[in-house]
C-alpha cells in the first residue's frame, strides 16, 4: 500500500489517527492526504530514521505500527547516563555525566533530537573523541611531517581554508566533532556566536562543542538521514570525516546504541 497527497479512504483516516496519537498531526480525521498530513509524515519518518519524501509506504506504514508513543515523545529521553556510557563504555563515567546533557540540549534545539540523529551525534563523538569529552587533536604522522612543526601538513591544505605556515597547528580538529581548517572556524563561529578564527580554543569549551556538533550535523541533515535511511553508516561516517578514519568505533556505537534504545 502505498499513500501520498491525493490519497483518499479510510487508510488515510487511520494514517492521521496514528499520526496525531504521536502529537505530529493537528488537523481533522478527514480521510484526505493533504498537505498537512504529509508535513506529519515527514515529520515521522525523519524522527524514526526513513527517508523524509512523504510517502506512507509498506515501510513507514510498519514503522508507524511498531513506534511506541512514550518514547517518541521525546526520543532522548531514551539516553540516559545509563545507557550512553554502556556505548562509551572505555570512557570516564564522569564525562558522560558531565556533558551528555549539553549535547541533547544542543541537538534539540536544531530538531536533532531524534533517535537516528541522537546516535548519529554520540556515534560521532565516538570516533572522534573516544573519551567522551572535547579535545584538541593530536600530532600524528597524518598531519605532522616527519621532523617538521607540529601539525605542519595541514598549514597549506587549501582544501580546508588555511593557506598559511602555522595554520594547521592554529586551526586543528578541536571538539566533539573535531572542527578541522580555517574555513570551517570561520563558517561555524559566527553561527555559535564565538570569533573561533581569532579564538580557535573555544571550540573546546562543551557548551561551544556541542553547538558546533549540532550545527556541523545540521548542516548535513538531509544527505545524513537518507544514509541512516538505508542503514550505510560507511556513507554517514563519510559526511563528517570525510572517509573512513573511526568507522569501526562508529558503527559500533551507532549499532549498540540502537539495541539499547529499541
Same mark, same amino acid.
Given at each position: 500500500?502505498?499513500?501520498?497527497?491525493?490519497?483518499?479512504?479510510?487508510?488515510?483516516?487511520?494514517?492521521?489517527?496514528?499520526?496525531?496519537?504521536?502529537?505530529?498531526?493537528?488537523?481533522?480525521?478527514?480521510?484526505?492526504?493533504?498537505?498537512?498530513?504529509?508535513? /506529519?509524515?515527514?515529520?515521522? &519518518?525523519?524522527?524514526?530514521?526513513?527517508?523524509?519524501?512523504?510517502?506512507?509506504?509498506?515501510?513507514?506504514l510498519a514503522a508507524l505500527t511498531t513506534t511506541a508513543v512514550a518514547n517518541f515523545s521525546n526520543p532522548a529521553s531514551l539516553f540516559t547516563v545509563d545507557v550512553v556510557a554502556k556505548i562509551f563504555f572505555?570512557?570516564?563515567?564522569?564525562?558522560? *555525566?558531565?556533558?551528555?546533557?549539553?549535547?541533547?540540549?544542543?541537538?534539540?534545539?536544531?530538531?536533532?533530537?531524534?533517535?537516528?540523529?541522537?546516535?548519529? /551525534?554520540?556515534?560521532?563523538?565516538?570516533? *572522534?573523541?573516544?573519551?567522551?569529552?572535547?579535545?584538541?587533536? @593530536?600530532?600524528?604522522?597524518?598531519?605532522? =611531517?616527519?621532523?617538521?612543526?607540529?601539525?605542519?601538513?595541514?598549514? @597549506?591544505?587549501?582544501?580546508?581554508?588555511?593557506? +598559511?605556515?602555522?595554520?594547521?597547528?592554529?586551526?586543528?580538529?578541536?571538539?566533539?566533532?573535531?572542527?578541522? +581548517?580555517?574555513?570551517?572556524?570561520?563558517?561555524?563561529?559566527?553561527?555559535? #556566536?564565538?570569533?573561533?578564527?581569532?579564538?580557535?580554543?573555544? /571550540?573546546?569549551?562543551?557548551?561551544?562543542?556541542? #553547538?558546533?556538533?549540532?550545527?556541523?550535523? #545540521?548542516?548535513? *541533515?538531509?544527505?545524513?538521514? &537518507?544514509?541512516?535511511?538505508?542503514?550505510?553508516?560507511?556513507?554517514?561516517?563519510?559526511?563528517?570525516?570525510?572517509? =573512513?578514519?573511526?568507522?569501526?568505533?562508529?558503527?559500533?556505537?551507532? #549499532?549498540? +546504541?540502537?539495541?539499547?534504545?529499541?
Open positions: 500500500m502505498l499513500l501520498k497527497q491525493g490519497s483518499v479512504g479510510p487508510e488515510v483516516v487511520e494514517l492521521q489517527r496514528r499520526l496525531k496519537e504521536l502529537n505530529l498531526y493537528t488537523g481533522n480525521l478527514d480521510g484526505d492526504f493533504g498537505p498537512g498530513t504529509r508535513i /506529519a509524515v515527514v515529520a515521522f &519518518q525523519q524522527k524514526v530514521g526513513l527517508i523524509p519524501d512523504g510517502l506512507a509506504g509498506p515501510q513507514t572505555d570512557a570516564p563515567r564522569r564525562n558522560v *555525566e558531565q556533558h551528555l546533557s549539553v549535547v541533547l540540549e544542543a541537538l534539540q534545539l536544531l530538531q536533532l533530537g531524534d533517535r537516528p540523529m541522537v546516535l548519529m /551525534a554520540l556515534a560521532t563523538i565516538r570516533a *572522534e573523541t573516544a573519551g567522551f569529552e572535547p579535545l584538541s587533536e @593530536f600530532r600524528s604522522r597524518f598531519n605532522t =611531517s616527519p621532523n617538521g612543526t607540529p601539525f605542519d601538513l595541514y598549514d @597549506f591544505r587549501t582544501d580546508i581554508g588555511n593557506n +598559511g605556515k602555522g595554520h594547521g597547528a592554529l586551526y586543528r580538529g578541536r571538539g566533539f566533532v573535531q572542527l578541522t +581548517g580555517l574555513a570551517n572556524y570561520r563558517k561555524f563561529g559566527p553561527i555559535v #556566536k564565538e570569533d573561533l578564527v581569532n579564538h580557535p580554543d573555544r /571550540a573546546n569549551d562543551p557548551d561551544v562543542a556541542a #553547538k558546533l556538533l549540532a550545527y556541523f550535523l #545540521k548542516d548535513k *541533515e538531509y544527505l545524513v538521514r &537518507q544514509d541512516l535511511a538505508r542503514s550505510d553508516l560507511r556513507a554517514a561516517r563519510r559526511r563528517v570525516n570525510g572517509g =573512513s578514519h573511526g568507522l569501526a568505533q562508529f558503527e559500533q556505537a551507532y #549499532k549498540t +546504541g540502537w539495541i539499547l534504545t529499541a
